[in-house]
Each structure stands twice: as structure tokens, then as C-alpha cells.
């Protein structure tokens, strides 16, 4: 049974950094394209970083730039997501996903990704 779960989460004050991890299980999760996305009270679900099932490519919304990082221990089938310099517009819920239809491209768009984790709450609050 394929399966991602996300952990790291948690209440981070603003200028905090977190590393989300999600680890899949049921698959090699090397295979595939990965990404990670978050949906805050009240707003549309926002994909923030994807990657390439080799690692080599990566993208980012313009939103985050420069504040997160995405990577990939395929040896572990474990994804992260490095957050730095949080602030409170970075209070969502994050989910993994993954893109079994893609292995050496990856996109933001989150009707293409067909596996979901549960997702791990980030709230960033002095």
C-alpha cells in the first residue's frame, strides 16, 4: 500500500527555521517526481517546491524563493522541505505528494500529483 507520511511540524517563531520530512512506504519513492505544498485557512492549496525523481532539478514559487529548500535522500525514500526565516504567512498545512507520472520534470500544479500525504501543520506565532 503506497503511503507518505509528513512529520516536522510544529509552532516556530517568526524568524525560525523547520526541515519537514515526508517518508513514503509501498513504493520507491526514487522514481518519481516529489513535491510539497500547503493550503492555509481560507486559501487555495499553493505548490511551494518540486522536485525531480534524480534530485538535479528543482522548483520554487516565487513566494518562498530563497527561503526554501527541497531535497531528496532516495536511498531513505524520504523528501524534505528546509524552511528558513519563517514568517507568519507561512502558517498552513504541508502536504508531500507525488507525480507518478513524471520522473525527469516536475510542476507545481497539485491536480497532477496522484498520492497525498495526511499533511503536518506549521504556525508560525510570537
Known amino acids: 500500500q503506497l503511503q507518505l507520511v509528513e512529520s516536522g511540524g510544529g509552532l516556530v517563531q517568526p524568524g525560525g527555521s523547520l526541515r519537514l520530512s515526508c517518508v513514503a512506504s509501498g513504493f520507491d519513492l526514487g522514481l518519481y517526481a516529489m513535491g510539497w505544498f500547503r493550503q492555509a485557512p481560507g486559501k487555495e492549496r499553493e505548490g511551494v517546491a518540486c522536485?525531480?525523481?534524480?534530485?538535479?532539478?528543482?522548483d520554487y514559487a516565487n513566494s518562498i524563493w530563497g527561503r526554501f529548500t527541497i531535497s531528496r535522500d532516495n536511498a531513505k525514500n524520504t523528501l524534505y522541505l528546509d524552511i528558513k526565516n519563517l514568517n507568519t504567512e507561512d502558517t498552513a498545512i504541508y502536504y508531500c505528494?507525488?507525480?507518478?507520472?513524471?520522473?525527469?520534470?516536475?510542476?507545481?500544479?497539485?491536480?497532477?500529483?496522484?498520492?497525498w500525504g495526511q499533511g503536518t501543520q506549521v504556525t508560525v506565532s510570537s
Open positions: 522536485i525531480t525523481a534524480n534530485g538535479l532539478i528543482t
Open positions: 505528494a507525488t507525480d507518478t507520472g513524471r520522473t525527469l520534470t516536475c510542476n507545481r500544479n497539485g491536480d497532477e500529483y496522484n498520492h
